[in-house]
């Protein structure tokens, strides 16, 4: 498949469409940009807790972190599509050094996965669908909530722990074959990202705020808000091969994409449609797409609150089930 082609399966308006070039012209700059303030805001965040000790200071610094390391993990999903750096390799190794590592994960690992997604996203063998566990939306209200109160408690990050060790994805996720060097190479970005954080913080004279500001919302929060985008992305939709079909997107940047859907991820009907397109472009791709009359407007949203409501039932609904 040309990246100009989308996945558009039998939706004959969108195969006949054709997406404007530009939409898929690199510009590493500005990923390196979004990189750097990425990490800009984590390092204001920790200085702030530093500076200004107190509880109120504190949560807010573990949200802005959280939401950082969220972004991070888009820039890894940049990289594993490619569209980071122009260079494969230069790509592969910012992704995993300055994202992936930090966060204790593998880009490669990640890129088998989510490539698999891509190809055919909510059959059952999805790894989206089963380590997010969107497979069941709509649900009862209570029960999402409890979802997301485990997550924000932790028992979420580890019960998934607990899931990828005894094998519960091994159905979905593909074998990635890896050197003895890559595998070094990736956990050293791990251990050398979170050494150098641990490091700088000790050396201030706050060696706590690694535990508490970055490996405690590293648990917490960010699989909350992990899970927040991935029921906007594609919980309740149908397995179909238009693509338009079975994502959504957030119509405009507002506070909720900010937390929830960094760097233009959400307007995920958009990249689903044209992998290829770097998220700095998907903004321009859903104008002319949405002015065409191409999107599922019932798939468009101006919130993630709204999404949350939609793919769940009040106790009454629930009860007669």
Known sequence: ????????????????????????????????????????????????????????TYLLAALVIARSQLALAVIMHESAHGVLLRRQSANDRVGQWLAAGPLFLSLR???????????????HDDPVVAVFGIGDYPLPRR??????AADLCGAGYFISAFKLVRGDYRHCLPKV?????????EVLSMLVGNGLLLGLLAWSGHPWLYLGLWLLPAITLLPLMGRVRAILEHAGLPANADQSQNARSIVA????????????????????????????????????????????????????IAVLRDVSRPAQDAAGD
């Open 1 to 56: 498949m040309s990246q100009l082609e989308s996945r558009a399966g039998a939706n004959l308006a969108l195969r006949a469409f054709t997406p404007a070039a530009e939409w898929f012209v690199l510009k590493p700059w500005i990923g390196l940009l979004a990189l750097l303030a990425d990490w800009g805001l984590i390092g204001v965040a920790f200085a702030c807790a530093a500076y200004w000790p107190h509880p109120l």
């Open 109 to 123: 690992t990640y890129r088998a996965g989510h490539l698999k997604h891509h190809r055919q996203p909510m059959l």
């Open 143 to 148: 029960r999402l909530a409890l979802r997301l």
């Open 177 to 185: 074959d890896k050197s003895p060097r890559q595998v070094l190479g």
């Open 253 to 304: 940047p507002n506070w909720q994409t900010f937390v929830f859907g960094p760097h233009g991820i959400h307007y995920h009907i958009e990249h689903h449609l044209y992998v290829r397109i770097p998220f700095y472009h998907l903004r321009s791709a859903h104008r002319q797409l949405a002015a065409r009359g191409l999107l599922p407007v019932e798939n468009l949203y101006r919130g993630y």
